[in-house]
């Protein structure tokens, strides 16, 4: 009996089982759908789906920049695994960078658009579900971050020599930014800001820190009077923790991230910060 793509996308939804399995398993019954559904509980084989209750928090980021109509664009996806075991093995890591091939590809602008895009297969989603029978474990994509402009700069960090990379930071900036874009990625990496200036802090944040100052300030016991000036105050100081512009610069403290670009004439325009494990819980 031919064995159709019909066939085995019926035995996939009815097992959870990977492709290549289901494919394995349809040839073994001559295309008898009941068959191989026995062959493939006998092997013991853990449909995806099953795997999802596991946490797949390990993992490595693969990044990549890339010429484009904006001057360059930066990518980086997240490939979880469970382990760091399976996350430091040679496979593991060419995977993740076949995956962001594929985003690359796409021109994927998240990683719904991603999963969606096409693989080798089928989808990206397919892929990584095969991933999962080839790895034994949950693996599954991550965050996804894209940032354009004239020059795009990345910093991948290692957290130990024998583990591929667990932090990625991103910056894009202007021609002139370019000349100190490396230490503004390597300060991303290091400082984990969240906004690239003030005005881009959403607007519900800056009331809720408000607040917070606010009702700190008299529990304290703080005059009335003088509440407006310490909360504005401490305001700045959580702008400075997390704006990159705003913070000290990491090799030289006395002056501020935006003060580094202004020697260079330069400017930058967006930023992100992958790191392992951080995105949103299962």
Known sequence: MAITAALIKQVREETGAGMMDVKKALSEADGDVARAKEIIRAKGIQAAGKREGRKAQEGTIASKVVESAEGQTGYAVEL?????????????????????????????????????ANAEDGTVKVAVEEAAALFGEHVKVGQFAKIAGPHVEIYAHKKSAEMPPSIVAMIATDEAGAAVAHEAALQISAMGAQWLTREDVPADIVESERRVATEKSLAEGKPEKIVPKIVEGRLNAFFKENVLLEQAYVKDPSKTVGALFKEVGGKAVAFARVEVGKGEAE
């Open 80 to 116: 979880n695994s469970e382990t760091d075991f399976v996350a430091k093995t040679p496979k593991f890591v060419e995977f993740a960078d076949t995956v962001l091939g594929y985003a690359v590809a796409a021109d994927a602008n998240s990683a719904d658009e991603l999963l969606a």
